[in-house]
């Protein structure tokens, strides 16, 4: 299993990211995806998570209403909207993957993820 994000880079406060997470999963659509960030010094903290049919989705407190995650089962493939981006959203962001029907919430319980994606917001 190989998860590959993309989509991070440099840019200002307010501005807006199209993440991407490309999963090399035969059964992607058995697979609820998450996305969390670590930012140096903290912990890795639950971002979004979509359950694998995509009509579930959490959002943290910190992102509700910026945040947008959605799945294309023909692509394989798991997008985070990321708008009107803040300087405390600076942290690299890694998408993981899990065979389960439901929405996922704790870094933990995930089998796979990939490598990150930096993302980092000047202000």
């Known amino acids: 299993v190989q998860l590959v994000e993309s989509g991070g880079g440099l840019v200002q406060a307010g501005d807006s990211l199209r993440l991407s997470c490309a999963a090399s999963l035969r059964t992607f659509s058995h697979y609820a995806m998450g996305w969390f960030r670590q930012a140096p010094g903290k912990e890795r903290e639950i971002v979004a998570a979509?359950?694998?049919?995509?009509?579930?989705?959490y959002y943290s407190d910190s992102v509700k209403g910026r945040f947008t995650i959605s799945r294309d089962s023909a692509k394989t493939t798991v997008y985070p909207q990321v708008n009107t981006l803040k300087p405390e959203d600076t942290a690299v962001y890694f998408c993981?993957?899990?065979?389960?029907?439901?929405?996922?919430?704790?870094?933990?319980?995930?089998?796979?993820w990939g490598q990150g994606t930096q993302v980092t917001v000047s202000a």
């Open positions: 993981e993957a899990q065979d389960y029907p439901g929405v996922m919430v704790v870094a933990g319980e995930y089998d796979y």
């Open positions: 979509i359950s694998w049919s995509g009509s579930n989705a």
